[in-house]
Each structure stands twice: as C-alpha cells, then as structure tokens.
Nanobody, 123 residues
Framework: QAQLVESGGGPVQVGDSLRLSCTSS????????MGWFRQVPGKEREFVSC????????YYSDAVKGRFTISRDGAKWTVDLQMDSLKTEDTAIYYC????????????????WGQGTPVTVSS
C-alpha cells in the first residue's frame, strides 16, 4: 500500500501562487493516476486535478482549469500542483490520492490518500 505525503500548503493572499507536492512511498505504475482533491468543512471532497503516471496526461476540474497545473516527476515519485491566481474559494484542505484503476473524478474510487495539507487564501 502506497503512502502519500503532501507538503506545501499555507496561508496566502488572493492572486498569489502556491505549489503543493505529494511524494509516494512506492513507485506508481504507468497505469496509475495520481490526483488532488480538496475539502472544506461540511462539504464533500472535491476533485481538483489528476495525472496519468505513464503518459503525464493531466485532467482538471472546471473550477481550476487555466489556473492550476499538475505535473509529475518519475525519478522522485512526486506529483506537484502549481496553483496560480488563487481565489478565496480555493481555501480548503488539499489531499493527494492514488487510483490504481485509472482516471476518475470520484474520491471513493481512489485507493490511497495523504493526510492533507491546508491552503488558506485571504483577501
């Protein structure tokens, strides 16, 4: 079972940038998908972005498309989420996740999760 560890969260201002990183304890297979979700209290976990490990093909939610960029480093087993032009509505706990079965925007279809890293965007 892969263990995922996120880092990089913190408080920022509207319009700022922040880069989150997720490191896997095991090498993802080419068919695996690494994703980022976010959650605010009282709401369901929301899909943000994911990337297919083998091809590097990214997917984004409409809420972050054009502002966030996901990437992976095959040598370091990491997945980064570059977040630009941050908005107050981006405030959430951000979770990294692994899906062994491929692309999905549904949280329960992911097999492993990190502990989460908080992002707070203030005006």
């Amino acid at each position: 079972q892969a263990q995922l560890v996120e880092s990089g969260g913190g408080p920022v201002q509207v319009g700022d940038s922040l880069r989150l990183s997720c490191t896997s304890s095991t090498r993802p297979y080419s068919s695996h998908v690494m994703g980022w979700f976010r959650q605010v209290p009282g709401k369901e976990r929301e899909f943000v972005s994911c990337i297919r490990w083998g091809t590097g093909k990214p997917y984004y939610s409409d809420a972050v498309k054009g502002r966030f960029t996901i990437s992976r480093d095959g040598a370091k087993w990491t997945v980064d989420l570059q977040m630009d032009s941050l908005k107050t509505e981006d405030t959430a706990i951000y979770y990294c996740a692994l899906n062994r079965n491929g692309y999905s925007t549904i949280a329960k279809e992911y097999d492993a999760w990190g502990q989460g890293t908080p992002v707070t965007v203030s005006s």
